[in-house]
Structures are given as C-alpha cells and as structure tokens.
C-alpha cells in the first residue's frame, strides 16, 4: 500500500539554524501538507499546497517558514532560523483526487536546543 | 470556523468491553470528519471518516461512529477492545468550504488492561 515516508525521523539543532524537512507523498496525489505537534499539545494545521503554490496557511505559518516542491516527488518545509519554540513533531500529509482524506506520514521529530 | 471537543484525555477500558471515544465539533459549513490513530512512535492512521453520506460509518480494526447533527457528535467506539487497540485517538474536522485544513481535537489517549 502507497503511503507517505518522512525524512529524517529525528533532528536535533541548535537555535537559528536552518532546517529543511523532507516528505515524499503517495505518488499520484496532488495536494500537500505539512502539520506540526508539540509535545503534549494538539495537532496543528501549517500550510497546504496545490499546484505549486500554497493554497492555504495558518497563522503559526510566518516569514520564517517556507515550502517548496523541488521535483516530482519530494515536498519539504524549511525553517529558516530556528527557535526554541520549534521543537515540535511535524507531520507531512497528502490527498489524492478525492480530496477528502489526508494520508499521514510517520513525522520528523524536531528538536532545537 | 470549526473547532473539535474530545471529551477524556485518558480512557481506560478492560480488554472485551466498550470503547466509546467522545468526539464533539463546531463547524459552520456541513463538516467532513474524521478520527485518526496513533500508536506510539508512528503517525497518524485514518480509522475512519464521514463524508455527509451514510450517518453510520465503518472503519479499519473494528472501529465505527456515527454522526449525529442534532448533538454535533461524532463519537467513535468499538464493540469488543483489544490490547492492540492502546493508542492515541484523534477525532479532526474539515468544513466543506474548499479548505483543507484539518483542525484537530486534543486526542484522548486509550488504555487497554488485560
């Protein structure tokens, strides 16, 4: 069965880095998204994007955050400058032609120290 | 806007009793909702959804729920538990309005004792 796959599981970094995140949807699928989890909170719509834009983004979404779909198969998030605040799983998601359902991929495990 | 209420952070079931995970939304378009596993480590795994057709939906491992617009719940529960049923349990909504976003309650985590 297709399914989303999410590179790396785990990343450490220290405040003010740059990170990118990796995400590869299910192949035939057209809309993207990222979501992000706080330990112990919920979890957080950030951005979607369709047709090599963004459609849509939340307010936690700022000029720190970007996305970007290098080629035909990867989606990634970058995050600029990184803040403690940040430390977070993030999940990358994708939907196919029926739109309805987001299939989830395992998560990055974001640690910025 | 839509908003999600999961009522119980913890619950706590003997193996072969009821599970029942409450679920209640806001939303001011018709809502798609839907739950979603977690178990620990992994991702998020769609158990089930609603999609304005049938009230009563089935999902994966024995799991249904039903929707029902006069008490804006959606609460999801199984017959029968299983030790493999302990996870995390999120119940998320989606106005049909062209957006995506999913907005997600706060999860209610599921024990199962032997």
């Known amino acids: 069965e297709p399914e989303v796959t999410q590179t790396p599981s785990h990343q450490v970094t220290q405040m003010g880095q740059e990170v990118i995140l990796r995400c590869v949807p299910i192949s035939n699928h057209l809309y993207f998204y990222w979501y992000r989890q706080i330990l112990g909170q919920k979890v957080e719509f950030l951005v979607s994007f369709y047709n090599n834009e963004i459609s849509e983004k939340s307010e936690i979404f700022d000029d720190q955050f970007s996305v970007e779909r290098p080629d035909g198969s990867n989606f990634t998030l970058k995050i600029r400058s990184t803040k403690l605040e940040d430390s977070a799983m993030y999940f990358c998601?994708?939907?196919?032609?029926?739109?309805?359902?987001?299939?989830f991929g395992p998560g990055t495990r974001l640690l910025v120290l | 806007a839509q908003s999600v209420t999961q009522l119980g952070s913890h619950v706590s079931v003997s193996e072969g009793a009821l599970v029942l995970l409450r679920c209640n939304y806001s939303?001011?378009?018709?809502?798609?909702l839907f739950w979603y596993v977690q178990y620990p480590n992994q991702g998020l795994q769609l158990l089930l959804k609603y999609t304005s057709a049938a009230t009563l939906v089935k999902g994966i491992n024995g799991f249904e729920a039903e929707f029902k617009k006069s008490e804006t719940s959606f609460h999801l529960t199984k017959p029968s538990a299983h030790m493999s049923d302990a996870a995390e349990y999120f119940c998320a909504v989606r106005g049909d309005t062209g957006r995506r976003a999913l907005t997600f309650g706060s999860g209610t985590r599921l024990q199962v004792q032997p």
């Open positions: 939303s001011s378009v018709p809502p798609y």
């Open positions: 998601a994708s939907s196919g032609q029926d739109r309805e359902t987001q299939y």
